[in-house]
């Protein structure tokens, strides 16, 4: 049962465009959701998160829009850079200890 | 920076051996996990664990599998008798009072 969704495996933008990232989720009981970057033979980093009482969060290039009727988040990276080439996760939790992780995106830059 | 560490960083293994992975969480953290990440596929979750007992376990985690904090710094998951289609990237994470969980770089397990 996969609970948290990331339909497009793959997406490549040019340097300096934006990057949209998209997920879903199926559990209407998740409060909180986080943006993971991970480089290969690395670990996933946290990049950004959002409460489910928020719409919107913004961190210097990076913005999560959350979607709860729509059960929709989204990570905005704009200016996109080269380094920003990654897979990127988004994780759900809802309470408990155990976090969801969708199959993630891997977001290339064309510089 | 503090940082989550994970050692080895690859495991060669025939299969039916043990292997146990180690890590060292970020030293003030209170909750620890461990996820795997089969090739290509998502980063699933397998164990939490909190004040030296299992918290939460996900059907993945079976009787072959066992964590244990020995000695308050390593975490380990322990894989008594492994299978081929445990092949995979094993990572750790740690976790304060916050939610963020740390993640370490991964040990990569060859099951042959």
């Known amino acids: ?111 | 920076e503090p940082e989550v560490t994970q050692t080895p960083s690859h495991q060669v293994t025939q299969m039916g051996q043990e292997v146990i992975l180690r890590c060292v969480p970020i030293s003030n953290h209170l909750y620890f996990y461990w996820y795997r990440q089969i090739l290509g596929q998502k980063v699933e979750f397998l164990v939490s664990f909190y004040n030296n007992e299992i918290s939460e376990k996900s059907e993945i985690f079976d009787d072959q599998f066992s964590v244990e904090r020995p000695d308050g710094s390593n975490f380990t998951l322990k894989i008594r008798s492994t299978k081929l289609e445990d092949s995979a990237m094993y990572f750790c994470a740690s976790s304060g009072l916050g939610i963020e969980q740390f993640f370490g770089p991964g040990t990569r397990l060859t099951v042959l």
């Open chain 1, 1 to 111: 049962d996969q609970q948290v969704k990331q339909n497009s495996p793959s997406l490549s933008v040019q340097e300096g465009r934006i990057s949209i990232l998209n997920c879903d989720y199926t559990n209407s009981m998740f409060d909180y959701f986080l943006w993971y970057k991970k480089y290969p033979a690395e670990g996933p980093t946290f990049l950004i998160s959002i409460s489910s009482i928020k719409d919107k969060n913004e961190d210097g290039r990076f913005t999560v829009f959350l979607n709860k009727s729509a059960k929709h988040l989204s990570l905005h990276i704009v200016p996109s850079q080269p380094g920003d080439s990654a897979v990127y996760f988004c994780a759900a939790f809802g309470g408990g200890n155990q976090f969801y992780f969708g199959t993630g995106t891997s977001l290339t830059v064309i510089p």
